[in-house]
């Protein structure tokens, strides 16, 4: 099996990180610029950096963000936040980034998913997908998890897999910020499903939560924010342990 991935994301508002629980209560985590070079020496596999508040007159401005990231780091790097067409995509890959996600824009317009792949390939669009669990069912949600859809979040990744998709990043609203654990059992559900990678978000508090991620789905990468922006995980140890725990990861 492929070496399982970790992958440190920057929610990026106003130029600077922030980091909230269940996608409120944001507080500041530092210059984005900064950590990507702390991530990059501690062994990250890939960096994601999505601008939250993004508006179209804020994409240059995040353009130049993405010059500033791709001159100082030497592994693959995620960018998202207003992508709503092809030029953007274009903008932003001409900055550097390497791959794009989607998310409200890809509901909006399915179609979009595949005019990306179509000019820069499906390794280039990560789709991603919040989802928080209502009456027994995983419901997508947009615009930054404030708008709940009628969709629902297997039939949306298999969907968008289908329209040209090349990577799933599902971030459990349950879970996320609250350091009690990824959603093993949506997590588990997509990825088993579809039949490209998936990287779980929401939830990481605890190296146990990457164990057990890796061990009971098949996720290839797990993505975290709040414990690696302050702090309380290095992911030097933590590949350490995973490795001591018979996960093979890149040391």
């Excluded at 059992?185 to 605890?206: C, F, H, L, M, W």
């Amino acid at each position: 099996m492929l070496k399982r991935r970790i992958i440190p994301c920057l929610d990026i508002k106003n130029g600077r990180t922030v980091k909230g629980i269940n996608f409120i209560n944001l507080r500041d985590a530092g210059d984005p610029v900064e950590l990507a070079k702390i991530y990059v020496e501690q062994g990250a596999d890939e960096l994601a950096f999505l601008d939250i508040t993004a508006t179209v007159e804020k994409r240059k401005t995040f353009a130049e963000l993405v010059e500033r990231i791709a001159a100082e780091i030497n592994i693959p790097f995620t960018v998202g936040g207003g992508i709503d067409n092809v030029d953007d995509v274009s903008l932003l890959v001409g900055a550097g980034a390497d791959k794009v996600t989607i998310n409200s824009s890809a509901v909006r317009r399915p179609e979009l998913i595949s005019e990306i792949a179509a000019e820069f390939g499906s390794q280039c669009v990560v789709v991603a997908i919040d989802t928080k669990k209502t009456d027994d069912d995983w419901i997508v949600y947009v615009n930054g998890g404030r708008t709940e859809t009628k969709l629902n979040a297997v039939e949306w990744a298999l969907r968008a897999e289908e329209l040209g998709a090349g990577e799933i990043l599902l971030t459990s609203m349950n879970s996320d910020g609250t350091k009690e654990g990824f959603s093993i059992d949506i997590t588990s559900e997509v990825s088993s499903r579809v039949n490209i990678p998936v990287i779980a978000s929401g939830g990481a508090g605890r190296m146990e939560h990457f164990r057990d991620v890796f061990f009971n789905t098949a996720c290839s990468a797990a993505l975290a924010a709040s414990i690696f922006h302050f702090g309380e995980i290095d992911i030097r140890d933590l590949k350490r342990y995973l490795n001591s725990e018979n996960i093979s990861v890149r040391l």
